[in-house]
């Protein structure tokens, strides 16, 4: 899907000059903001923005403040896991 948006010529040279790559920094904030909201999975952000690996989004979230969404109930689970697959 294609999103376009009408600016200013002078404020979209301006935030140009500011972020660089206007497209590529809205489509990051846009993938930023949809995470930390909950719109969004990590599996759609990774999707949205070409990475290849969750590494790299969970990199990409970590230099912008925001963490992985993990409680106490997931980090039992994984214990669980773990013990099911290397106690045999």
Do not use: C
Not at 38 to 57: P, Y
Not at 60 to 78: N, P, V
């Amino acid at each position: 899907m294609n999103v376009a948006i009408e600016l200013p010529e002078d404020v979209g040279h301006h935030l140009e000059e500011t972020w660089g790559d206007l497209s590529q920094h809205t489509l990051e904030t846009l993938a930023l903001e949809g995470y930390r909201s909950g719109a969004l999975t990590a599996a759609q952000v990774r999707r949205m923005l070409g990475f290849e690996t969750r590494m790299e989004v969970d990199a990409f979230l970590k230099q912008h403040g925001i963490y992985l969404e993990y409680t106490e109930d997931d980090l039992a689970r994984d214990r669980e896991t773990h013990r099911q697959l290397y106690s045999r």
